[in-house]
């Protein structure tokens, strides 16, 4: 009940190319997805966020799809670059429960090819 | 504002021994969550603290244990090292908890040798 299941695993992915990376999540009292992207050598930094109250945010580049129905979750990132190479690692939880905790998928190793 | 501040970065112990590790968290953030991080698991959540006492707690033996200080620093401690607890340990710290806007140190890396 409290897994996210994060794919794929690892991606490559051509420089200017769309690069997707999936997660699902068994627990509906999740409200709460946040994305972080991790480089080498450097702890997580929250990248974008989203509640299931939206199908979509977009930053910059990246977008956060979401499908409450399915209970799935996505990010794309636009026009990739070499510089988005990094982990990445989707996340969940129920947004004002102070005793709840953030579940992180397994994480996609992404590398955009010059 | 400082970011959460992690040491020591790097260190390397023999099997048995016990390690100490320290995080201080963004000024103002009383929450200071710690988790671990390996190639194959992910990040894998060991404890959060709050206003000194811990408030939630993973799936981990009892020889990983942690407290937090009157200034929302933040140890964490584990005793009887196996080669298995080498990993990156990342704390995390947030304002008032409820795990949301979660802001990263850079990590201890601890190798058990």
């Known amino acids: 009940q409290q897994q996210v299941k994060q794919s794929p695993q690892s991606l490559i992915v051509q420089k200017g190319g769309i690069s997707i990376i999936n997660c699902a999540y068994e627990n509906t009292a999740f409200d709460y997805f946040p994305w972080y992207q991790q480089f080498p050598g450097k702890g997580p930094a929250l990248l974008i966020a989203?509640?299931?109250?939206?199908s979509e945010k977009k930053e910059g580049r990246f977008t956060i799809s979401f499908n409450k129905s399915a209970k799935q979750f996505s990010l794309h990132i636009m026009d990739s670059q070499p510089g988005d190479s990094a982990t990445y690692f989707c996340?969940?939880?129920?947004?004002?429960?102070?005793?709840?905790?953030?579940?992180f998928g397994k994480g996609t190793r992404l590398h955009i090819l010059p | 504002k400082a970011g959460v501040t992690q040491t020591p970065r790097y260190l390397i112990k023999t099997r048995g021994q016990q390690v100490t590790l320290s995080c201080s968290p963004i000024?103002?953030?009383?929450?200071v969550s710690w988790y671990q991080q390996t190639p194959g698991q992910g990040l894998q959540f060991l404890f959060e603290y709050f206003s000194e006492t811990q408030r939630n707690k993973g799936n981990f033996p009892g020889r990983f244990s942690g407290r937090q200080f009157s200034n929302s620093r933040s140890e964490m401690n584990v005793s009887t090292l196996e080669l298995g607890d080498s990993a990156l340990y990342l704390c995390?710290?947030?304002?008032?908890?409820?795990?949301?806007?979660?802001?990263f140190g850079q990590g201890t890396r601890l190798t058990v040798v």
């Open positions: 996340a969940a939880s129920t947004r004002g429960n102070r005793d709840d905790k953030i579940i």
């Open positions: 995390a710290s947030s304002p008032q908890g409820g795990k949301t806007e979660a802001f």
């Open positions: 000024s103002g953030h009383r929450s």
């Open positions: 989203i509640r299931p109250d939206v």
